[in-house]
């Protein structure tokens, strides 16, 4: 079976529904983020700060790299994995890609519950926000699926997902 790979832009949720699919589906969960943390043995945060974005996108691509390997599982990616072909490549050749999708003002407002990301970490961070999400849409639209996540809560998205999925023919029995 094809792993599950959430890609989407920060706050939409990610990590959050990535464990309770795992959990509705019984299946392993991997968090890309988490595990380059792990290695690192450092935040995301301290690794940017230390080591700098170029070093700490080299260490995304060769987690994904590992992990796209993996079947069976459920995949979520940090927002920034797009920005690599050959990242969305290998997600893509054993997973089912699924977008989760948020307006800038919702992002804005999920964000800011806690600051632990580097790249909103600036002056004008709804600014920031609307020019990345231009940079990435377009990337974040070559999923296999999309949900737009703007007026759900994780429990809603995981339904939504699971429904698409079925529809899709990827998913046999219950759940
Ligand atoms: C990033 C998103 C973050 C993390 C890093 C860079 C990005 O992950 O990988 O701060 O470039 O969008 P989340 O999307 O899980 O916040």
Redesign the pocket.
Known sequence: MKNIVLIG??GTG??TVGRLLAARLRRPFIDI?KKIETIAGLS?AQIFEMQGETFFRQQESSVITQVSRYTNTIIST???VVLSPDNLNKLRKNGILIALKASAQVILERTSRRAN???LNCENPYKQIVTLLQEREQLYDTADFKVDTNALTPQEVTDEIIILLRQGGYLLGRS
Request: a positive charge; proline letters at 8%.
């Open positions: 832009f920060m990610k990590t983020d995301v940090g927002g920034g990301r580097p790249l």
